[in-house]
C-alpha cells in the first residue's frame, strides 16, 4: 500500500476516534454501576446506541470476552449473542488498558461486510477490570470525514506473475494486426483524444483493440477493434468536442505520448510493451510489458526517458 493511502487512512480512523471517544467513555462509566446484571446492562446499551447513529451493535462482555449482555441493535435486542465467546474475534486481539481501541476492519461474520469495532475498557471505582463495551460499525454507514483521496503522481513500478517473468527470454514479439498498421491506429487515437472527448485510453498492442472512456459518458467504456482504429470515418461516430481545458496533458503532446508508447512496443523482441494507457486529466501514464511488470508515471516524466531507462535494445 502506498504511503499517502496509508496517511489517509490514518486520518479517517483519527478522525472516527474524535467522534467515538467521549461517548464511549460516557457509556462506561453507566455500565460499571450495572455490571453483572443482563437485564439493566441492556437497558443502558439500548439508550446509549439511539446516541450512537452509525453503530451497528453495542454488547458488553467480561475479561474473558464471553458476553454478558445482548446484543443490542437500533432495531433491538438480538439475544442468542448472550454468553457468545469473542475471543477469536479481530478486534479482541489488541483490548486497551485505559479508554478504547479501534480495531482495523474486517469483514465480518454474519452480514460479510467490511466492518470496524470499538473496544471500550470497562473498570471499577477502585480501577478493577471489569470488562469492555464493544461497538461494532458498518463502514458503508459511517460518514465521511476524509478528504478524497488524491493517487501520488511519481513513478510506480509493480512487479507481475513470477512465472511470466521467469519465461521472458523463451517469448518473442509476434506481430499482431495492431503492430502492423500503427500509423493508422495513433491518427485515429490522437483524433479521438484531441478532438472527440476521448480523456483515457488503454491500448492494448498485443490482442489488437482499445478501450477509450469519453467526458460525455464517463462510466462507460468503449471497445474499439483493429478495424475501427484503422478506419479514420470511425471518428464520426463521436462528436466533436473541444480539449478540456482541465486537462493536465497539453493537446500537442499527445502524438509524442503515442509515439513513445509505439517505440517500446518495437524497441526489443523479449522485452515489449503489450499494453499501454492514459488519462488526460491526471496526466498518468501506465505501462505493461511482457514480463508482465507495470509502470505507472506521471506523462512528462514518460517522455523524459530515454531506451536505458527501460533496458531495451541494444
Keep these: 500500500m502506498s504511503h499517502p493511502l496509508q496517511e489517509s487512512i490514518v486520518r479517517q480512523r483519527d478522525s472516527l476516534a474524535a467522534l467515538l471517544a467521549a ?22 446499551l439500548t439508550e446509549a446506541i439511539r446516541h450512537l447513529p452509525y453503530c451497528k451493535f ?5 475479561p474473558d470476552c464471553i458476553q454478558i449482555s445482548d446484543n443490542v441493535s437500533q432495531q433491538g435486542l438480538i439475544t442468542k449473542d448472550f454468553d457468545r465467546d469473542r475471543a477469536d474475534r479481530p478486534y479482541m486481539q489488541q483490548l486497551p488498558e485505559h479508554g478504547f481501541e479501534l480495531s482495523d476492519a474486517y469483514v465480518s461474520l454474519r452480514a460479510r461486510r ?6 471500550q475498557v470497562v473498570r471499577a471505582d477502585n480501577g478493577t477490570l471489569l ?6 460499525f458498518d463502514l458503508r454507514d459511517l460518514p465521511m470525514t476524509a478528504e478524497l483521496y488524491e493517487e ?23 506481430d499482431s494486426p495492431m503492430d502492423r498498421q500503427l500509423e493508422a491506429v495513433q491518427a485515429v487515437l490522437e483524433e479521438l483524444i484531441g478532438d472527440h472527448g476521448v480523456f483515457h485510453v488503454n491500448i492494448h498492442f498485443s490482442s489488437s483493440r482499445a478501450i477509450v472512456w469519453l467526458v460525455d459518458d464517463p462510466y462507460r467504456y468503449r471497445l474499439l477493434d483493429v478495424d475501427a482504429l484503422t478506419d479514420p470515418d470511425m471518428c464520426l461516430a463521436y462528436p466533436r468536442r473541444e480539449y478540456p481545458v482541465e486537462a ?16 517500446l ?18 496526466g498518468i501514464v501506465s505501462l505493461t510489458f511482457s514480463c508482465d ?5 506521471p506523462w512528462e516524466e514518460f517522455l523524459a526517458t530515454d531506451d536505458a531507462f527501460w533496458g531495451l535494445g541494444d
Excluded at 255 to 261: I, M, N
Design 23 to 44: 461517548p464511549l467513555g460516557e457509556l462506561a462509566r453507566e455500565c460499571r454501576h450495572h455490571w453483572g446484571d443482563r437485564g439493566a446492562l441492556n437497558r443502558v
Design 114 to 119: 467490511p466492518s470496524l469495532s470499538a473496544v
Design 265 to 282: 512496443r518495437m524497441l526489443d523482441e523479449n522485452i515489449y510493451l503489450r499494453s499501454g494507457s492514459l488519462n488526460v486529466f491526471n
Design 131 to 136: 470488562g469492555y463495551v464493544g461497538a461494532d
Design 293 to 297: 511488470g507495470s509502470h505507472f508515471m
Design 248 to 263: 493536465v496533458v497539453p493537446a500537442g503532446r499527445i502524438r509524442a505520448l503515442l509515439d513513445r508508447f509505439r517505440r
Design 152 to 174: 501520488p503522481s511519481h513513478w510506480r513500478q509493480m512487479k507481475g506473475d513470477p512465472a511470466i517473468r521467469g519465461a521472458v527470454f523463451a517469448q518473442s514479439r509476434v
Design 58 to 62: 453495542l454488547y458488553a462482555v467480561g
